[in-house]
């Protein structure tokens, strides 16, 4: 009679028999939390530190656990390092290796348990990713002052409901999705404040007995108050292991930031149209039809369009995963993983091509300044300078609203209406209101702040690029 083989799992002195094939392969993470190597590394040995402070291993015990953390390291970076997905995960991957390496590795999962190991890793993982980017924000943010500095002079319509509204800067339209990039940023910035709090010694769910010292490998791990430079620590064993709000809010960060970039590629799109032809995009980031030779089409913002659903669908996976959660650990919690790794990768590649591609763009002066001399655009202008000579604005607003359907009826624009027509509805005006479609003195009237003036636009991509030093700084 064939003998059953005992579970040889880090956790198998409870079964008698071998998990089943198919069971590992549904079950084995490492094939995508091996991403999370270098910092269950950096966890381990601020935990083996940990331990030796405590006096619960010796210092030499420590240092030989190190080294082989070392080496692990390194053969991980070099891709010598072979992953096992019978050993389930990246923990027990790296636990394993390190303990054929180094005997007193054995010791290295005292007071510590999967729980608190891989909350500690992806806790670092989101301020890493955070960091990255917040670089690549500011990158591309850099690349649109660029293009807006290049094109300040460069006037086109502002629209609302797609419709011709008022005249802007090209500058003016592009530091409006700066300021939508900075709010990402600095979302990413509460995100890594939100991830800035260590669970290590929290164990599987009710700490240990043992007497650990979490403040010290806090400390190590860079999960410090900012300011104080006091190790942060999480208050509730249960809650620490069970938690995934700063997974949640970075991937809320990133759908949001995928809907900026989306913004902004649809707008892109539309400029790009034959019917608008604002801009013209560098053939690096467009592609051609198969069919039809003189295509030259889009992709690259499409794509991010695109990609952005793929952010908004990770967020909503991890809400419907966390849901229906009981506390503490429930196997069910490796699934928040995939997500946030994809929502890093995606959001960090639509940075690097929304800069690279807005860094060969250029706009097409002679088609802008066609589609800005429509004088409709400055109609509220008119009512403006009605309400300058004492009409209220609402009954302003109604006399442009009447001059311009007399317009379209004489089929003439509204500035070569007879002087007569507008006298007779405003008795204080005079000649001078022609002069309200006067597109360069229509800008040097809008100065104040966040307005469109050459001025006020200057000052701004100033402070921005201050911004930008002093973030860099940070």
């Not at 939390?33 to 010796?58: E, K, N, V």
């Not at 790296?94 to 510590?112: G, N, S, V």
């Not at 404040?193 to 669970?199: E, I, K, M």
């Not at 509220?380 to 309400?387: E, H, I």
Request: hydrophobic content about 45%.
């Amino acid at each position: 009679m064939k003998k059953e083989k005992k579970s040889q799992a880090s956790w198998g002195g409870r079964f008698s028999k071998s998990i089943s094939d198919l069971m590992l392969d549904f079950s084995e993470s490492v094939s995508f939390d091996s991403a999370l190597a270098r910092f269950d590394i950096q966890g381990s040995a601020a935990h083996a530190q940990m331990l030796a402070h405590s006096g619960i291993i010796s210092k030499k015990e420590c240092s030989a656990i190190i080294g082989g953390l070392k080496k692990i390291s390194k053969a991980i970076d070099e891709g010598k390092f072979v992953w096992d997905k019978s050993l389930e995960d990246v923990h027990m991957n790296i636990e394993q290796a390190l303990t054929k390496i180094e005997p007193a590795a054995a010791k290295l999962h005292t007071a510590r348990s999967r729980n608190d190991q891989i909350a500690t890793d992806m806790r670092l993982f989101i301020k890493y990713a955070c960091s990255k980017l917040r670089e690549n924000i500011s990158k591309a943010m850099s690349v649109l002052l660029d293009l807006a500095e290049k094109n300040i002079d460069i006037l086109i319509p502002g629209y609302t409901h797609m419709q011709r509204a008022q005249p802007v800067s090209v500058a003016h339209h592009l530091l409006a999705w700066v300021e939508m990039l900075a709010r990402d940023a600095e979302r990413f910035a509460f995100a890594a404040d939100g991830a800035n709090v260590s669970p290590l010694g929290s164990g599987a769910i009710a700490g240990t007995t043992l007497p650990i010292d979490r403040a010290f490998s806090a400390r190590l791990l860079g999960f410090t108050d900012t300011v104080s430079g006091d190790p942060v620590l999480t208050g509730n064993s249960m809650d620490a292991v069970a938690d995934r709000d700063a997974h949640m809010e970075f991937a809320f960060a990133c759908a949001l930031l995928g809907t900026h970039i989306s913004r902004i590629a649809e707008d892109i799109v539309i400029w790009n149209t034959s019917e608008f032809a604002f801009i013209k995009l560098p053939d690096e980031f467009t592609t051609g039809s198969s069919l039809m030779p003189q295509k030259k089409n889009p992709d690259s913002f499409e794509l991010m369009r695109g990609k952005s659903a793929r952010l908004f669908a990770n967020l909503s996976s991890l809400f419907m995963l966390l849901k229906g959660l009981p506390l503490t650990y429930n196997r069910d919690l490796q699934e928040d993983k995939p997500p946030v790794f994809d929502s890093f990768r995606q959001s960090l590649i639509l940075l690097e091509v929304l800069a690279a591609s807005m860094k060969l763009a250029t706009f097409d002066r002679a088609q802008c300044a066609q589609a800005v001399s429509d004088p409709l655009l400055l109609a509220t202008d008119l009512a403006d300078y009605f309400v300058k000579k004492g009409v209220p604005f609402r009954k302003a607003h109604h006399i442009v609203g009447e001059l311009v359907a007399l317009s379209e009826s004489k089929k003439i624009p509204i500035n070569e209406l007879d002087d007569a027509e507008i006298f007779s509805r405003c008795q204080n005006a005079d000649k001078t209101w022609r002069e309200t479609f006067n597109l360069k003195k229509a800008l040097e009237m809008r100065e104040n702040t966040g307005m469109p003036g050459k001025r006020q636009t200057v000052s701004q991509i100033n402070s921005w690029r201050a911004y930008l030093r002093e973030n860099t700084k940070a």
